[in-house]
């Protein structure tokens, strides 16, 4: 199976930024897309931004003109660049990948998740 490992999520202050980053290995062979989503306590998880190997991106309507979301696709890697970020954003958020594995399965994986916390 594929494993995700995520970073750069922490504690920063609202109006500030965060950089996300979400690393894929495995015996891949092709990803179709990498997204983020989030989830909030009390709250349902939600797209933040999705995006495919052709760079076509989608994004949740609270995060739009916000967050940006790009990719390496050499390196099976795809980063979230969150600005202006508000009380509103806090959540542990969370990787997805999926694709088709070596052996031709398809995958849908997930990482454990980082928590961003923006408060005063």
């Known amino acids: 199976q594929v494993q995700l490992v995520e970073s750069g999520g922490g504690l920063v202050q609202p109006g500030g930024s965060l950089r996300l980053s979400c690393a894929a290995s495995?015996?891949?062979?092709?990803?179709?897309?990498m997204g983020w989503y989030r989830q909030a306590p009390g709250k349902q998880r939600e797209l933040v931004a999705s995006?495919?190997?052709?760079?076509?991106?989608n994004y949740g309507d609270l995060v739009k003109g916000r967050f940006t979301i790009s990719r390496d696709n050499a390196k099976n890697t795809v980063y979230l660049q969150m600005n202006s970020l508000k009380p509103e954003d806090t959540a542990v958020y969370t990787c997805?990948?999926?694709?088709?594995?070596?052996?031709?399965?398809?995958?849908?994986?997930w990482g454990q998740g980082t928590q961003v916390t923006v408060s005063s």
């Open positions: 995006i495919t190997s052709g760079g076509s991106t």
């Open positions: 495995g015996s891949i062979l092709s990803i179709y897309a």
């Open positions: 997805n990948t999926r694709g088709k594995l070596g052996d031709g399965r398809t995958f849908d994986s």
